[in-house]
């Protein structure tokens, strides 16, 4: 029949089309831009020639982006074979797959110091740099944005800065009118989302191809960098206070690059392609993929091409400690920034039929589990998925009505909670490990349920295990201030060594990133479940994905007092200014193992806005200084030109070390060499007539330090000083040691330029 003939013909065709279509790939592509020939009058014309030579196939819709700012190169729908061909092309650089980078996840500003009761901050005039902050724009690559939040308001911000070329896309539930003069800009790009997701994701209402952040944590980071303050700002009563990001006067502009499944490579390229060109201050990204060479780093080589253009880039160093050289976004023109916490907590407890009570933490915020005593189980199960309350994986049977112990670990610490309540729990008691140690996560919980360190896991787990009738009470003590000791170093902030570059001292600095009260999404409740159906404005979150908005808020801040610094310097401001000590005045602690911190975890230390503001002496770096490093890692002449994007680099000022970079701290990997000597370059932003003498510590029965001269006398302000470090190791300090730590600070009357010094006798030690 010839309805039947035709439907199958459809059928056939239609299978035919989702072949082709299952077939291609997002790929990026790198162009020898300088070679353009002249008859394309743009580089937009050129790409899409080359890709129409290709083969039938490939249709204009070929190409999903064309990047002109962050990138010499576009983004296409290919095939194997077409990308193959492309990297046989002259005019070629390199080709690689569209790769998928991952999501690092109000008492802040009090907490870093940056406001007395007076409103203002202790010791300075800040109310230039407040109004000189309204010029700052603050780009945030994430899940888009939550317009409607309080964060947003543009209550008395004066006329948007009028080199301002971004725009306010239109989408489904976005509309122009969404932005005001506190957010002003908003877009979104989802080529390689969609290419990646074959389409599908039209039919999941959750998405929403527009600017909508409906999923918090793009709301929560933009408002942290620069949210107006609002009163009374809590989540669900707990951290209640005024919410206000570092930098409550600059504005924010959202680039939605993230969704459902991830952020992918050419979506990231494309935003931060725009975001140069819309005329961007600072870049703030809180997500991350693994570690590969910069000319691979999609973030590292659009990151070169904002710092170039003077915009301040700062990356969350990732959520994968304390496992050493953990740590991401690591290449030195970037701000890689770790996680620590504030002196604020949400005690909980536990009382169990032993009558002992220990103390942990919860955001719970429901009707109370009352003072009788409820049955505590621990199901071990038949393997380690049940202990850790993984989906499924509980017995009803053995858990109904009772308060249930959770390992920490695998699946989302709500989500352990939700497990627990759909097999019929009725409080849980969320237990860390090793691998989380002492660091305690305050979480919304759709049920009474509070985290406990691992010690007081073991004791608990311990009691379950030898008390023939075990039973506990979970209670709620709401908000608590000036908890010490603070900051500690969070135990889920990623670790150096810098696989990439052993040289390079990561993450650089540490910032606010445990339990941190910020904007949030109303398309979602605060646990992030889909079965939560609570509506906050405001939630609380941690990880990296918090600390890193933090410093580009603060990186804003030091931008509008200081128009003329370079991001280097702004940069070297917060690390050389930055505090290893907590709020007991000790050293800082780590979460992990409860000892003591070291630079491979907080990097230069936590940040400290106030004195970053003036530091005295900045180590500043140019993108030739950037390119002449690049060039010690004896990457090929076209991966340098992947990321500095200019022809012929020769490599003609080359360092004999990468540690020889300008940077403001150090990392000595000693190998198969007994000496390193690298010479530094400070230049003098703080008074004429300055004198600056040194103090270097370093652990003396391995290592002998010089440094030459050991004062430096600045006449003028802009001046440039060198100096040089010379670090010998000592008969016997071999491989067997571990790393170890130093430090070399120049200071005077008025300040202090601090740089930690990591040791290393193999590549990988730590
Ligand atoms: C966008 O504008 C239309 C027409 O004015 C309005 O109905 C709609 O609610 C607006 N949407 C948003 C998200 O503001
Ligand atoms: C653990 O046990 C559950 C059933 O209780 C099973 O579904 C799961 O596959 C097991 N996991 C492993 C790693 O064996
Ligand atoms: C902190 O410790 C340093 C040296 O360890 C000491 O000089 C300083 O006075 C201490 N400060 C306070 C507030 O205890
Ligand atoms: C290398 O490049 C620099 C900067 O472009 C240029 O000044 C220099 O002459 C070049 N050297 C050689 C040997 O080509």
Request: aromatic content about 8%; proline content about 5%.
């Amino acid at each position: 029949m010839a309805s039947m003939a035709l439907s199958s013909f459809v059928l056939f065709l239609l299978l035919l089309a989702l072949s082709s279509v299952l077939a291609k790939k997002t790929y990026i592509v790198h162009m020898k831009h300088h070679d353009k020939p002249t008859v394309y009058p743009t580089a937009h014309d050129w790409y899409s020639a080359n890709l129409q030579s290709l083969s039938s196939s490939s249709t204009p819709d070929s190409l999903l982006y064309a990047y002109t700012s962050a990138y010499n190169g576009f983004a296409a729908s290919l095939d194997p074979t077409e990308a193959d061909a492309l990297r046989r092309s002259d005019s070629v650089l390199d080709v690689y797959e569209d790769t998928v980078y991952t999501l690092h996840t109000t008492r802040t500003p009090e907490f870093l110091g940056l406001e007395t009761q007076s409103g203002s901050w202790q010791g300075h005039n800040t109310l230039g740099i407040e109004q000189a902050s309204h010029d700052v724009i603050i780009g945030i690559l994430d899940t888009g944005v939550w317009p409607e939040s309080k964060s947003f308001d543009d209550t008395g911000m004066p006329e948007i800065p009028t080199r301002w070329r971004g725009e306010c896309e239109s989408g489904p539930d976005f509309n122009k009118s969404s932005c005001n003069k506190k957010l002003i800009g908003a877009r979104s790009f989802s080529r390689g989302f969609h290419m990646a997701s074959g389409g599908s994701y039209m039919r999941k209402e959750k998405e929403a191809v527009s600017p909508r952040d409906r999923d918090g944590h793009g709301t929560h980071t933009a408002s942290t960098a620069a949210g107006s303050p609002v009163a009374n700002a809590n989540l669900l009563g707990y951290a209640r206070g005024t919410a206000r990001g570092m930098a409550p006067q600059a504005r924010v502009a959202a680039y939605k690059v993230c969704w459902s499944t991830g952020c992918f490579a050419s979506d990231i390229l494309a935003g931060m392609d725009r975001a140069i060109q819309d005329g961007v201050d600072v870049l703030s990204l809180s997500l991350g993929g693994g570690s590969a060479p910069y000319f691979r780093d999609t973030i590292a080589i659009g990151a070169f091409a904002a710092m170039e253009r003077g915009i301040f880039v700062s990356c969350s160093a990732g959520n994968s400690g304390p496992g050493k050289a953990s740590v991401a976004n690591v290449a030195p023109w970037i701000m890689t920034v770790g996680a620590g916490t504030l002196d604020r907590d949400f005690p909980a407890y536990v009382s169990l039929g032993n009558k002992k009570r220990f103390i942990g933490v919860s955001l719970y915020s429901g009707k109370g589990m009352g003072d009788r005593p409820v049955g505590l189980v621990y199901d071990k199960g038949s393997n380690s998925s049940t202990s850790m309350c993984m989906p499924g994986s509980l017995d009803p049977s053995v858990v109904r009505g009772k308060v249930v112990i959770c390992d920490r670990g695998i699946n989302a610490r709500v989500e352990k909670g939700a497990v627990v309540r759909d097999a019929g729990g009725v409080g849980m008691i969320l237990a860390n490990t090793a691998a989380s140690g002492e660091e305690l996560v305050a979480d919304s919980h759709l049920l009474p349920a509070l985290e406990v360190g691992r010690k007081v896991g073991d004791e608990i787990r311990e009691y379950v295990r030898t008390d023939p009738n075990p039973t506990a009470i979970l209670s709620f003590g709401g908000t608590v201030l000036n908890v010490t000791p603070s900051p500690v170093v969070a135990a889920f902030s990623s670790r150096g060594p810098n696989l990439v570059t052993p040289q390079i001292l990561k993450p650089d600095v540490i910032g606010p990133g445990v339990n941190i009260l910020a904007g949030w999404s109303e398309a979602i409740g605060p646990s992030g479940l889909a079965q939560d159906t609570r509506k906050t404005q405001f939630n609380i979150m941690s990880g990296t994905s918090m600390s890193c908005p933090h410093i580009s808020g603060l990186a804003g801040l030091l931008k509008a007092a200081h128009p003329d610094w370079s991001p280097s310097a702004i940069k070297s401001a917060l690390m050389t200014t930055a505090y290893t000590h907590d709020n007991t005045n000790s050293t800082l602690r780590d979460a992990a193992s409860g000892g003591f911190s070291t630079p491979m975890a907080h990097g230069a230390g936590h940040v400290d806005p106030q004195k970053a503001l003036s530091p005295g002496l900045v180590y500043d770096a140019s993108a030739s200084d950037y390119i002449a490093f690049l060039c010690s890692l004896r990457y090929r002449p076209e991966q340098i030109q992947l990321i500095a994007k200019r022809p012929n680099v020769n490599c003609s000022r080359r360092f004999a070390d990468p540690g020889q970079l300008n940077y403001p701290t150090f990392s000595v990997v000693f190998g198969s060499k007994r000496v390193a000597r690298y010479t530094r370059t400070l230049t003098n932003v703080g008074e004429a007539g300055s004198v600056y003498d040194v103090a270097a510590t370093v652990p003396s029965s391995l290592v002998a330090i010089t440094v030459k001269p050991t004062k430096l006398v600045f006449n003028n302000v802009g001046e440039s000083r060198r100096y040089t470090v010379t670090f010998v190791s000592k008969k016997g300090a071999d491989s067997s040691i571990r790393s170890e730590f130093g430090s070399i600070v120049w200071s005077n009357d008025n300040h202090q330029v601090a740089s930690p010094v990591a040791f290393a006798w193999t590549e990988l030690d730590s």
